[in-house]
């Protein structure tokens, strides 16, 4: 059974920094997609970050929307994956949800951690 549960959203100021983590639990695989996806209340669900496993490439993928002030990352182990988030915008208020699959980042979901960004 695949667990991801996220933790560290909270309340910051527009131009501060948050650090997301989540824990995950895969019993048998060791190479897969870890992504975040990210939900405001009104709008579609936005994919923000996925991180391709080594025998892929080991690419990272993030939205325009975050590029250059996100920063997706896992532990050697991948069992913890992170998302730096820096210079916020009130516009990252959303719900953050961990991903994780084989074939790409959609196939398991975590709860959710929300992330307030006030201006």
């Known amino acids: 059974e695949v667990q991801l549960v996220e933790s560290g959203g909270g309340l910051v100021q527009a131009g501060g920094s948050l650090r997301l983590s989540c824990a995950i639990s895969?019993?048998?695989?060791?190479?897969?997609?870890i992504g975040w996806f990210r939900q405001a209340p009104g709008k579609e669900r936005e994919e923000v970050s996925c991180i391709s496993p080594s025998i892929s490439g080991g690419r990272i993928y993030y939205a325009a929307s975050v590029k250059g002030r996100f920063t997706a990352s896992s532990n050697n182990a991948k069992n913890t994956v992170y998302l730096q988030m820096n210079s916020l915008k009130p516009e990252d208020s959303a719900v953050y949800y961990c991903?994780?699959?084989?074939?790409?980042?959609?196939?398991?979901w975590g709860k959710g951690t929300l992330v307030t960004v006030s201006s």
């Open positions: 895969i019993f048998t695989a060791t190479d897969y997609y």
């Open positions: 991903t994780a699959g084989w074939a790409g980042c959609m196939d398991y």
